[in-house]
Each structure stands twice: as structure tokens, then as C-alpha cells.
Nanobody, 113 residues
Framework: QVQLVESGGGLVQPGGSLRLSCAAS????????MGWYRQAPGKQRELVAA???????NFADSVKGRFTISRDNAKKTVYLQMNSLKPEDTAVYYC???????WGQGTQVTVSS
């Protein structure tokens, strides 16, 4: 019933930009805090950015000033705009709901020359 489908990942050069999308179904999207997480090979999964139902946001220190998170409640979609990408941003990116928590399948982001 609940589905979170991430898209928009791919290969990009350092300094480039990418926008990820997460389309949700089976939840009351407008009342959910939504988050983006990432996991690189051999590393723990970490929170990248989150946005509440009221639009309040927070970001990991490593991405502040480079990434933005937004949501479109009519489309039940949350976005992660990634600018000035660095090789260390390479990871699988996941979106997640709250109350209860559900995870998407992830989308690969690779930053490389």
C-alpha cells in the first residue's frame, strides 16, 4: 500500500547539480515529515535533509549551503536539489516518511570525473 519511489539519480561531474524526487502513495503526505538519507558503500546511513509538514527544514552540516529540500503536497512529492556536488556526495539516496516510518528503494548518485 505505502510506496516511496525515488528518481533523478545518475552520474554527474564534480561541481554539477542534480535534483532527486520522491513520489509517495498510500500515506497522508501533507502531515508527514519527509527526509532524505544517503548511504555510501561501507558507511552508515545518514540524514541529509528533512522537511516538516509546515515546511521547516534542516540539513546535515556536510551539505548546508549546497542542498535544498522542498515538497509539493498536491503531487505528494518531496525533492532534493543538490548543487556544487562533490565526489564525497556519491551514495545511494533514500527518502523516508515519519509516523510511521517508510523507506523508498533508493536512487544512486555518482559524482565523478
Amino acid at each position: 500500500q505505502v510506496q516511496l519511489v525515488e528518481s533523478g539519480g545518475g552520474l554527474v561531474q564534480p561541481g554539477g547539480s542534480l535534483r532527486l524526487s520522491c513520489a509517495a502513495s498510500g500515506i497522508i503526505f501533507s502531515i508527514n515529515t519527509m527526509g532524505w538519507y544517503r548511504q555510501a558503500p561501507g558507511k552508515q546511513r545518514e540524514l541529509v535533509a528533512a522537511i516538516t509538514s509546515r515546511g521547516s527544514t534542516n540539513f546535515a552540516d556536510s551539505v548546508k549551503g549546497r542542498f535544498t529540500i522542498s515538497r509539493d503536497n498536491a503531487k505528494k512529492t518531496v525533492y532534493l536539489q543538490m548543487n556544487s556536488l562533490k565526489p564525497e556526495d556519491t551514495a545511494v539516496y533514500y527518502c523516508k516518511t515519519s509516523s510511521p516510518g517508510y523507506w523508498g528503494q533508493g536512487t544512486q548518485v555518482t559524482v565523478s570525473s
